[in-house]
């Protein structure tokens, strides 16, 4: 059966569509692609003194809210079955202007991670090759990248799937390993304790911290209700969006678990606690090992590449299709390779910067559009089951449409009173930005966004 075109993504008489090529494997590979799951390695040292020793916590409250926010969005997305995320749900559910706003917000998040990836691409090529410049090392990875995005989404799908398998794989290694030199007197000296989960040093407060870093590693289920009109059956959003936060969460505390009983503290990684993983490979199996580790965090950060770059580019898609960004380009999909080639370019050009940027700062940076998306979606909700349709009617549906969300929604509060003061500010400036652009646009708010349509 040959795959269909939406013709949702159509924009004018030489513009394609996206097309129907991504079953339910893909759907979850593209989410946990995009979610990068060696950087639990990455960030182990950070979040191991955040936490006072108990990375596995952090991972566990950031999945449970995690969990409760997918149900969200797979509520939403089987209502509105197009591509733009939170954007499109708060802008449908609540106000056209509010979802602007929102989308205006996370797209900081979603095009920031490309180049985030790039960042982390040229710090694993300048330990291993200082002589290679680093510029030309994410003009090398962003042309290659862009070029595979733009010209096949199928195919961007199955190398993404190979990266993804590879990493996952060395991970597995890993933890056999260290699971055998913990029951051989290494580390904590036990395969099966508390100790993990709670540390000498460890409350409430700092666990907090530490979900808020490691919600950083979350993102990416939601990246799968881009491809809400790329997918074979749309039915299999909801399901791909629990799979990729359920999957993804298991790989992340099964990981942190052992890592964290295996290195109790970070007195063995010296210096390099900011970013232990070489150290953590080494320590755990030799220089070998090491290699073969760093490896599997290169294609690993090459397929969160891969996956965030088509998702940002959809994104821009659906607000150009809906005249909330400006640009015919936007909006044209290209009807030989079914992309958003203009998109892909603009993101590609995004990664670029990388060059020139700080780890830290664009790391917070994304945290604070994924936390905005997050605690609309939730709200988003509510605001279409509870107030708009009154299906509150019996306690299932008031457990589903009130205190699922609403629980979701004030403990991703939790997290924003823990968010860098760096991300807040970045946010602010560009959510400013955002809100001039929105009274422009719509007169001071005497016409709403939707009204911009054609």
Known sequence: MTATSTPAAKAGGHSGGLRRSLGLVALVGLGLGYMTPTVVFDTFGIVSDSTGGAVPSAYLLALVVMALTATSYGKLVAVFPSAGSAYTYVREAMHPNLGFMVGWSSLLDYLLLP????LIVKLYVEQVFPAIPSWLVVVVYTVATTTLVAVTMRG?????????ATAIAV???????ASYQLLQGEGAGTLFSTRAFAGPETTLPLVLTGATVV???FIGFDAVTMYAEEAKTPRTLPRAIMLTVLIGGGI??????VTQLRFPTNAPFGEFTDDP???IGQLVGGPLFQAVLVGAAFVATVASGLASHASVARMLLVMGRNRALPGRGLRWVSPRTHTPVVNIVIVGAVCLLAVDFSLELISACINFGALVAFSFVNASVIAEFAVRRRETRTTREKL???VVPGVATLMTALLWTQLHSDALVAGGVWATVGLVYLLVYTRGLRRPMAALED
């Open 115 to 118: 180049m985030v990836n790039a």
């Open 156 to 164: 961007t799908s199955r190398v993404n799937m190979l990266l993804l």
């Open 171 to 177: 991970m597995a290694v890993f933890v056999v390993i």
């Open 215 to 217: 919600c950083f590693s």
């Open 252 to 257: 992340f505390l099964v990981a942190a678990y």
């Open 277 to 279: 993983l070489p150290q």
């Open 400 to 402: 589903r449409n009130v």
